[in-house]
């Protein structure tokens, strides 16, 4: 019997339903790539709006512009952007108490044990100051500087405008060929044998038919989840955050190299720092606040002139438990939902379009690559979600009924495991293929709140004065290099400013 997301014919013609962020990372691979020898049509609609709300970005970006050769002043430029360092937490671990979570490395390692070991070793015979001292991309954010260092010696990614970055791609993409149709999709045909998708067919009565078929239609879902009827995991019982209101205003200070995440009695509130103006926002919980106060709070907790009225978004945090399920593959939010609490949205896409990618089905589609990228997209998905719930579990706050609800309640197994691996000895291990690595652990759960309860054998074979100096020497080499990078703002008003015009606020 064959198998129903066997599809023997070749693929040739690939239909992308929806724009925005998703929609054009897609294109842009996709034509980069294949534009020679496939037809890529990208269909979207003037009059359907989309989230473009991802503003923040990880260092994984970087290495999909350098796969597109995509060039960074050009793009920095074209999408007002700004560099970012890490994240900011504050009164995450305790009202009034704040941390970073940067993109760097902290200290140096031994083979045996990582340098946590040899800074907690240091902490308990006061030789040591805070482990953050110890990074150059934390300490670099903290006093808002920033500049290249050769041989790539500063983990950075960008703050960008998300509407801009769809049109720069657009622009990249109809460059290599990807044709933009203008439309509503009406209706989706499907095979009534096997189930695949055929065509999608407009309001104008144009029909689209496809091989392949890329669903980016946000969290509609149109090609996976209602045509389809893909399994949604929903994750609200860890992620209890089911909303965001967000608002732009203008810049009324010299942007920070990094993201805001600061936390309300009932959610956190982000702030982005763009060439031309700020994004903010607020995510929340609709079962512990109402809309209104949360707006409220939000807009007393923001500066500059407002540039548009806030708007109310919904989202269930969870995935498809197929992503890939017959000829469609869902991207971006057609996928699942993870808060942007550690800007992990664009990245998911980008993870998404490249393992598209190295398993193009251009001889057709069979059953055992379809499983094979589903279950890398799951592991994936699974770390990342795992990092996110990090956040609000461990948490020394009992202030309010959201946070008492947050530290006491049971997560998945695998993160409870690094809980109390990390307390009780120290350690972390990243699983393979992890996004997040070792530091980036570190850093949350000690910024969090835990303290290890011992340390590597390794760190003892240091006496005080050999540990005091291998200390000093990565803190003192961490401030040299920060002394000499210009402030965060000159270095991008020389390096990639806007025009000027693109600054003037929306009438």
Same mark, same amino acid.
């Given at each position: 019997?064959?198998?129903?997301? %066997?599809?023997?014919?070749?693929?040739?013609?690939?239909?992308?339903?929806?724009?925005?962020?998703?929609?054009?990372?897609?294109?842009?691979?996709?034509?980069?790539?294949?534009?020679?020898?496939?037809?890529?049509?990208?269909?979207?609609?003037?009059?359907?709006?989309?989230?473009?709300?991802?503003?923040?970005?990880?260092?994984?970006?970087?290495?999909?512009?350098?796969?597109?050769?995509?060039?960074?002043?050009?793009?920095?430029?074209?999408?007002?952007?700004?560099?970012?360092?890490?994240?900011?937490?504050?009164?995450?671990?305790?009202?009034?108490?704040?941390?970073?979570?940067?993109?760097?490395? %902290?200290?140096?390692?031994?083979?045996?044990?990582?340098?946590?070991?040899?800074?907690?070793?240091?902490?308990?015979?006061?030789?040591?100051?805070?482990?953050?001292?110890?990074?150059?991309?934390?300490?670099?954010?903290?006093?808002?500087?920033? $500049?290249?260092?050769?041989?790539?010696?500063?983990?950075?990614?960008?703050?960008?405008?998300?509407?801009?970055?769809?049109?720069?791609?657009?622009?990249?993409?109809?460059?290599?060929?990807?044709?933009?149709?203008?439309?509503?999709?009406?209706?989706?045909?499907?095979?009534?044998?096997?189930?695949?998708? %055929?065509?999608?067919?407009?309001?104008?009565?144009?029909?689209?038919?496809?091989?392949?078929?890329?669903?980016? %239609?946000?969290?509609?879902?149109?090609?996976?989840?209602?045509?389809?009827?893909?399994?949604?995991?929903?994750?609200?019982?860890?992620?209890?955050?089911?909303?965001?209101?967000?608002?732009?205003?203008?810049?009324?200070?010299?942007?920070?190299?990094?993201?805001?995440?600061?936390?309300?009695?009932?959610?956190?509130?982000?702030?982005?720092?763009?060439?031309?103006?700020?994004?903010? $926002?607020?995510?929340?919980?609709?079962?512990?606040?109402?809309?209104?106060?949360?707006?409220?709070?939000?807009?007393?907790?923001?500066?500059?002139?407002?540039?548009?009225?806030?708007?109310?978004?919904?989202?269930?945090?969870?995935?498809?438990?197929?992503?890939?399920?017959?000829?469609?593959?869902?991207?971006?939010?057609?996928?699942?939902?993870?808060?942007?609490?550690?800007?992990?949205?664009?990245?998911?896409?980008?993870?998404?379009?490249?393992?598209?990618?190295?398993?193009?089905?251009?001889?057709?589609?069979?059953?055992?690559?379809?499983?094979?990228?589903?279950?890398?997209?799951?592991?994936?998905?699974?770390?990342?979600?795992?990092?996110?719930?990090?956040?609000?579990?461990?948490?020394?706050?009992?202030?309010?009924?959201?946070?008492?609800?947050?530290?006491?309640?049971?997560?998945?197994?695998?993160?409870?495991?690094?809980?109390?691996?990390?307390?009780?000895?120290?350690?972390?291990?990243?699983?393979?293929?992890?996004?997040?690595?070792?530091?980036?652990?570190?850093?949350?759960?000690?910024?969090?709140?835990?303290?290890?309860?011992?340390?590597?054998?390794?760190?003892?074979?240091?006496?005080?004065?050999?540990?005091?100096?291998?200390?000093?020497?990565?803190?003192?080499?961490?401030?040299?290099?920060?002394?000499?990078?210009?402030?965060?703002?000159?270095?991008?008003?020389?390096?990639?400013?806007?025009?000027?015009?693109?600054?003037?606020?929306?009438?």
């Amino acid at each position: 019997m064959r198998d129903e997301n %066997t599809q023997r014919r070749p693929v040739r013609r690939i239909v992308i339903a929806g724009g925005g962020t998703a929609g054009w990372m897609a294109a842009a691979a996709l034509s980069r790539t294949l534009g020679k020898t496939h037809d890529i049509k990208l269909v979207e609609s003037d009059e359907i709006g989309t989230v473009g709300v991802g503003e923040a970005t990880i260092p994984t970006l970087l290495n999909f512009h350098h796969l597109l050769e995509i060039n960074e002043q050009e793009f920095m430029a074209a999408t007002k952007a700004t560099f970012k360092l890490g994240i900011g937490f504050e009164n995450w671990r305790n009202v009034n108490e704040d941390y970073i979570h940067s993109f760097g490395l %902290t200290g140096t390692d031994h083979w045996t044990a990582g340098f946590q070991h040899f800074w907690h070793k240091g902490r308990e015979r006061k030789l040591a100051s805070d482990y953050g001292d110890y990074c150059l991309e934390l300490k670099a954010a903290q006093l808002n500087r920033f $500049g290249h260092l050769p041989r790539q010696g500063i983990n950075y990614a960008y703050h960008l405008d998300a509407s801009a970055y769809a049109r720069f791609l657009r622009k990249y993409s109809e460059g290599y060929g990807a044709q933009r149709i203008e439309g509503k999709i009406a209706k989706v045909h499907t095979d009534a044998a096997s189930g695949h998708i %055929t065509a999608l067919q407009l309001d104008s009565g144009a029909l689209l038919e496809g091989d392949l078929f890329i669903d980016c %239609t946000g969290f509609r879902a149109l090609l996976i989840g209602e045509t389809l009827g893909e399994e949604f995991e929903d994750w609200s019982q860890w992620l209890h955050n089911d909303s965001a209101i967000a608002v732009q205003t203008s810049s009324t200070s010299p942007a920070v190299p990094y993201t805001r995440s600061i936390a309300h009695d009932w959610g956190w509130q982000w702030r982005i720092p763009l060439q031309h103006r700020v994004g903010n $926002g607020m995510v929340f919980s609709s079962k512990f606040v109402d809309d209104d106060t949360a707006r409220t709070t939000l807009m007393n907790n923001i500066s500059g002139e407002q540039l548009v009225q806030p708007r109310v978004i919904r989202f269930k945090p969870g995935q498809r438990r197929k992503v890939w399920n017959k000829n469609c593959i869902a991207i971006g939010l057609a996928s699942g939902f993870l808060e942007p609490i550690e800007s992990t949205s664009i990245h998911l896409i980008q993870r998404g379009i490249i393992r598209l990618m190295q398993m193009f089905p251009s001889a057709g589609i069979f059953q055992s690559e379809v499983d094979e990228y589903n279950r890398q997209a799951w592991a994936e998905i699974e770390h990342i979600r795992d990092f996110i719930i990090l956040h609000y579990k461990v948490t020394n706050r009992r202030d309010t009924p959201f946070w008492r609800h947050c530290a006491e309640m049971e997560v998945p197994a695998s993160l409870q495991h690094r809980i109390d691996l990390f307390r009780e000895t120290g350690r972390v291990f990243r699983v393979s293929n992890e996004l997040f690595a070792e530091n980036s652990w570190i850093q949350v759960m000690l910024g969090q709140g835990i303290t290890p309860l011992q340390h590597h054998p390794s760190a003892d074979l240091m006496g005080d004065a050999e540990l005091s100096d291998f200390l000093d020497s990565i803190r003192n080499n961490v401030a040299r290099t920060v002394a000499q990078l210009p402030p965060h703002q000159q270095y991008v008003e020389n390096y990639c400013a806007a025009y000027k015009e693109e600054y003037l606020a929306p009438k």
